[in-house]
C-alpha cells in the first residue's frame, strides 16, 4: 500500500519568513496531493492540492511543487503569519474520490 | 462547498458499552464515505470505506466485528464502536467526496471511553 512520509515533524518560523514541508510517497500510481491544515479538534481544511500531470500550483501565499519521478512534493507557505500556525498534513491517493493516505504532520509555530 | 455532518461531536462511555456515531451528508448524495480515526497528536489512519448499499471494506488490522459500519442511504453512514475499551478513545472522522473532486470532512467524534 501507500506510504506517505512527511518532514519536519515541528517547525518553528518567525513571521514573515517562508516555511516548506516536505513529503514523499511510495505508491506510483498516486495522482492527487491535498495538503490539509487542521486546527487542535477540528476537521482538516484543505488549503491546495496538485495532481501528477501539474508539476506546480500556487494560491496566494501557499504553493506546492510535484516531482513525480522522485516521487515527492512540498508546500510553500511565504510571508507566514501566526494564523498560520496549525499541523499540516500531507496526503496521497489515486485519485480524489479515493481514500486518503496522510503523512504524519507538521506541527507548524509562527511566532510574531 | 459540500456540507458533511457528523453526531455527536464528543461522547463518554463506559467500557464494555456500545457507541454509535453518525455520518451526514447534508446538501449530496454519497456512495462512498471513509472513516478514520486519528490518536492525540497523531495522524489520520483510514479505518474502512463504507458503501451503501454494501458491506465496509476494512484496513487492515481494524476488527470489523468492534467497529460496526451501516450505510444504508446515500446521505447517512454510521459506525458503531461495540464493546468499547479505553484503548478506543480517540478522534473519529468521516469524509466523503461529492464529485471526485475534493474530500469533504466532518466535524469529527470525539470519544472517550472511560
Known amino acids: 500500500g501507500e506510504n506517505v512520509e512527511q518532514h519536519p515533524s515541528t517547525l518553528s518560523v518567525q513571521e514573515g519568513d517562508s516555511a516548506v514541508i516536505k513529503c514523499t510517497y511510495s505508491?506510483?500510481?498516486?495522482?492527487?496531493f491535498p495538503w490539509y491544515k487542521q486546527e487542535l479538534g477540528k476537521r482538516p481544511q484543505l488549503i491546495i492540492d496538485?495532481?501528477?500531470?501539474?508539476g506546480e500550483k500556487k494560491d496566494q501565499r501557499i504553493a506546492v511543487t510535484l516531482n513525480k519521478t522522485a516521487k515527492h512534493f512540498s508546500l510553500h507557505i511565504t510571508e507566514t503569519q501566526p494564523e498560520d500556525s496549525a499541523v499540516y498534513f500531507c496526503?496521497?491517493?489515486?485519485?480524489?474520490?479515493?481514500?486518503?493516505?496522510f503523512g504524519k504532520g507538521t506541527s507548524l509555530l509562527v511566532t510574531p | 462547498g459540500a456540507v458533511v455532518s457528523q453526531h455527536p461531536s464528543w461522547v463518554i462511555c463506559k467500557s464494555g458499552t456500545s457507541v454509535k456515531i453518525e455520518c451526514r451528508s447534508l446538501d449530496f448524495q454519497a456512495t462512498t464515505m471513509f472513516w478514520y480515526r486519528q490518536f492525540p497528536k497523531q495522524s489520520l489512519m483510514l479505518m474502512a470505506t463504507s458503501n451503501e448499499g454494501s458491506k465496509a471494506t476494512y484496513e487492515q488490522g481494524v476488527e470489523k466485528d468492534k467497529f460496526l459500519i451501516n450505510h444504508a442511504s446515500l446521505t447517512l453512514s454510521t459506525l458503531t464502536v461495540t464493546s468499547a475499551h479505553p484503548e478506543d478513545s480517540s478522534f473519529y472522522i468521516c469524509s466523503a467526496d461529492p464529485e471526485n473532486t475534493e474530500a469533504f470532512f466532518g466535524q469529527g467524534t470525539r470519544l472517550t471511553v472511560v
Open positions: 496538485i495532481r501528477s500531470n501539474v
Open positions: 496526503a496521497a491517493s489515486e485519485n480524489s474520490g479515493y481514500a486518503l493516505n
Open positions: 505508491d506510483s500510481a498516486s495522482n492527487y
